[in-house]
């Protein structure tokens, strides 16, 4: 394992006088959380790998505003917009990939009408790109055979009809891919969206998460696959829930690539 | 004699298609009391929406069997209506079958009738069982209490009478047919209700005449009855199914609109030029200062309300709710009927009142819609997908979060948290942003 990886920031880059093909927005979890900065980090090293010319805010990023907007806080999210797209404007940012689902429909969606026009793009969709321009090979058959689902994000899947980037990534695994009985268009919802991370669940008689998690059970994988530091955590937690962390690890699509490559 | 039944019909035609009129117009005036919204844009792919979606029934298919029934019943209705047109003829100008001229053709267009006549009757049937029998779960939510669930059932009394009385009408007809009995020229293809003709055999043709007029009578005024039930009924979705689908959001349901309200004041705020005292004065010539949110129908946009009243009250939305699901109160539906509701209370308002509407101390928040309700939503629009007509509970839902958490400032606390974490340190956790980039050397 290499543990040096590069992570130029935008201000580094403009010093230089250079600019990036593209800025890779970490978003606040994959900044600050534990487990979603594993994710982080996996995909810098892909990065890393194919060469990709990128960079990083830094601590220029801030909040999209997206969870702030699903409260229902139109006015906090539109100052942080604003404020974001002050910051990409100013370094003429033409391109973004990100590896939250989240960041990825507001900076696609949500900006363009408040002056912040990109191409946005999952990490799921950029990392098949890099695939399929032969910029990344996927070696070593770690992965091969194995048992994995996926869990669509709904602001990737429904929210915005990406289905198939990271099922295909998964697939180059020679893994078996393994289907829930609602996925895609009617996949189950982790429990997270809508703000429902940052507060305790209403009454009713089950979580959320543990729903979404027996469903993947019942498909009996050895790995279930995310997309979104959010569902990551959900997921994880329904494991534990259920005992079963020894058995089935919950990771992201970029870690399988990552890992899959011995990076 | 023959004149008096003629004027009689007109009457009655008039009086149904009346009555009928003047609650299309209510509903119109009730869809109106909506905020303006401009849904115009790309029409090519808004017909082609309303084709494949109302039209088409694309989305009833994604669970077969109910689809398939239901495009049986929905086919019957849509062509057993041709009938109603000779029907409408005969009635007004005293005429017996004024189509039969068209003679194979006929024959084979009252044949089919037939056809889809029963198989409505077996799909209507199995659409019973399994409210009445089977009872699928998405019919027993608590808000499918009292009336939706008459009114599900009644429906198909309804239909199961009109497409009886439409056999039992053309199985009399047939037998004077046959006994060549005056003004029953000899039209049509029988092939289920030829199968009534032994029953008849020992009738006398005033006995026959009496059941085929009696049956004729039921039929049409039935169907008039049928057609002023719609207001009242979640069957109204068979006519706004269509502009539904043709209004409905064509962008990625993944964005939600931004308030241009907002957008305003934000620029005003970060505009370090602005001066804060041209403000007021800029905003004299707007009408009041716009309401963030919505507390009550009128503050949802028209389209919001025709949703309302689009809702089969088919319950796919809720079943594929999460929340729902694991037992919350939320159920999608729920928002849409409460939606409606309140809308015709507000209605009943304006009309018992001159046109004005008085206020009455109620609103959709609250007196309708809890705010657990919408505390319990994941923004994950398993309702939007789900929704055979292109309805979208999600969106009201929205609305009501943005009055509580801008107008009233009422949040759960947790919520609020969250946001003074993004407001003061730029991430919903309470970490530095300097500390952004540490992940890089951990
Ligand atoms: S968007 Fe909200 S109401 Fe609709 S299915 Fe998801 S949780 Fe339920
Ligand atoms: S909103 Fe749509 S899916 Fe939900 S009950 Fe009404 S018609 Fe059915």
Redo the contacts between chains.
């Keep these: 394992m290499s543990d040096t ?1 590069k ?1 130029p ?1 935008m201000a580094e880059m403009m010093a230089e006088g250079k600019s990036p093909e593209v800025l890779f927005w ?1 978003g ?1 979890s ?3 959380d534990d487990r979603a ?1 594993k994710i ?2 996996a995909f810098v090293k892909l990065l890393n790998k194919a060469n990709v010319s990128f960079a ?1 805010l ?2 220029e ?3 999209t ?1 997206d ?10 999210f ?3 917009a ?2 974001n797209i002050e910051v990409l404007n100013g370094y003429e940012v033409k391109k973004i990939v990100t590896a939250c689902p989240h960041c990825f ?1 507001t900076l ?3 900006y363009p ?2 002056g912040g026009n990109y191409d946005v793009v999952h990490h799921t969709q950029f990392l098949r790109s890099l695939l399929s321009e032969g910029k990344l090979t996927i070696e070593g058959g770690k992965f091969k055979g194995k048992r994995i689902t996926f869990h669509d994000p ?2 990737l899947g ?4 990406v289905y198939e980037a990271p099922r295909d990534l998964i697939q180059k695994l020679d893994a078996e891919l393994v289907e829930m009985k ?1 996925c895609k ?2 996949g ?2 982790c ?18 998460n ?3 998690t027996e469903q993947a059970l019942e498909t009996k994988p050895e790995i279930i696959a995310a997309g979104c530091p959010f569902c990551n955590t959900m997921l994880t937690d329904g494991i534990k829930n259920k005992e079963k962390e020894a058995q089935i690890a919950v990771m992201d699509v970029a870690e399988l690539i990552a890992n899959a490559g011995d990076l | 004699m023959s004149y008096i039944s003629q004027i009689l019909f007109a009457v009655v035609l008039v009086a149904g298609i009346g009555y009928f009129a003047i609650n299309v117009k209510k509903l119109v005036r009730n869809i109106r009391l909506g905020r303006a919204i401009d849904r115009t844009d790309n029409k090519a792919e808004r017909w082609k929406n309303m084709v494949r979606i109302a039209l088409g029934q694309q989305k009833m298919v994604v669970r077969p069997l109910a689809g398939f029934l239901h495009i049986i019943v929905y086919a019957g209705f849509i062509i057993i209506n041709i009938e109603v047109l000779e029907i409408i003829i005969d009635g007004l100008f005293g005429t017996h079958r004024i189509f039969s001229f068209l003679g194979g053709f006929y024959s084979f267009l009252i044949a089919s009738f037939e056809i889809l006549a029963v198989l409505v009757i077996v799909a209507v049937a199995v659409f019973w069982a399994r409210r009445n029998i089977v009872k699928l779960k998405r019919f027993f939510y608590p808000e499918m209490k009292g009336w939706p669930k008459s009114d599900g059932n009644i429906i198909l009394y309804f239909e199961a009478v009109l497409m009886c009385l439409f056999l039992a009408m053309n199985g009399a007809d047939y037998s004077l047919q046959q006994m060549g009995a005056e003004h029953y020229t000899m039209a049509g293809s029988f092939p289920v209700s030829q199968f009534l003709v032994p029953w008849f055999e020992n009738y006398s043709t005033a006995t026959l005449i009496f059941i085929e007029r009696t049956a004729w009578w039921l039929h049409i005024v039935g169907i008039l009855a049928f057609l002023n039930y719609l207001y009242f009924s979640k069957h109204l979705h068979i006519l706004l199914a269509f502009p539904n689908t043709w209004y409905a959001n064509l962008k990625p349901k993944g964005e939600f609109n931004n308030l241009e309200s907002v957008t305003k004041e934000v620029q005003l705020m970060m505009d370090p030029n602005a001066d804060p005292f041209a403000a007021p004065a800029e905003d004299k010539g707007d009408d009041m200062p716009e309401k963030f949110g919505a507390s009550d129908v009128s503050d949802l946009n028209w389209v919001q309300l025709l949703n309302a009243y689009t809702c089969t009250e088919c319950g796919r939305c809720t079943s594929e709710c999460p929340a729902s699901q694991t037992g919350k109160k939320l159920s999608p539906r729920k928002i849409m009927m409460d939606t409606r509701d309140r809308l015709e209370e507000v209605g009943k308002n304006i009309d018992a009142n001159k046109g004005e509407f008085k206020e009455d101390g109620k609103q959709l928040l609250d007196d309708y819609i809890s705010r657990e309700e919408l505390w319990a939503c994941t923004t994950c629009n398993a309702c939007v997908e789900a929704c055979p007509v292109s309805i979208n509970p999600l969106s009201i839902i929205m609305d009501m979060r943005r009055y509580l958490v801008m107008e009233q400032s009422a949040a759960p606390m947790e919520l609020n948290n969250m946001m003074g974490n993004i407001e003061n340190n730029a991430a919903p956790w309470p970490y530095n942003q300097m500390d952004r980039l540490n992940w890089k050397n951990e």
């Design positions: 990886i992570v920031t970490v606040c994959g900044s600050f900065k982080t980090k990083v830094g601590t990023e801030s909040c505003g969870p702030a907007k699903r409260a229902g806080n139109e006015m906090l539109q100052m942080q604003m404020t429909n696609k969606n949500e009408s408040l709904c602001y429904r929210a915005n009809n609602s268009k009617r189950l919802c429990g997270a969206g809508g703000a429902q991370m940052f507060k305790e669940p209403e009454k009713g008689n089950k979580d959320i543990i729903e979404r």
